[in-house]
């Protein structure tokens, strides 16, 4: 099994920084980060391939957010830049072991997921 364990949130002004972290106990096809705000649906944020470092990004997060890793740690970075207050939501990380496709808009093809991590950016 793999573990995630996601940890980086906390409280911001718009227009502040954040950098999430997520390390994966094994080895992972592909890594994604996932959100989801009170009253609203699960969100893909942005996802990365392991070993290619192919990435890609949900529109509402295109240039201010970048998903990246460092493999010899097998952890997860997403650096949040210019939050806004509808970034604000519980954040996860998840991940797949098997190879195929890793969409942002099906959460089920990853395997493993962490338990979360609150951001909340405030006006």
């Known amino acids: 099994q793999v573990q995630l364990v996601e940890s980086g949130g906390g409280s911001v002004q718009a227009g502040g920084s954040l950098r999430l972290s997520c390390t994966a106990s094994?080895?992972?096809?592909?890594m994604g980060w996932f959100r989801q705000a009170p009253g609203k649906e699960r969100e893909g944020v942005a996802r990365?391939?392991?070993?290619?470092?192919?990435?890609i990004y949900a529109d509402s997060v295109k240039g201010r957010f970048t998903i990246s890793q460092d493999n010899a740690k097998n952890t997860l970075y997403l650096q949040m830049n210019s939050l806004k207050p509808e970034d604000t939501a519980m954040y996860y990380c998840?991940?797949?072991?098997?190879?195929?496709?890793?969409?942002?808009?099906?959460?089920?093809?990853?395997?493993?997921w962490g338990q979360g991590t609150q951001v909340t950016v405030s006006s």
């Open positions: 990365i391939y392991t070993r290619s470092g192919n990435t």
């Open positions: 998840a991940a797949s072991r098997s190879g195929g496709v890793c969409r942002l808009s099906r959460g089920d093809d990853y395997n493993y």
């Open positions: 094994g080895y992972t096809y592909c």
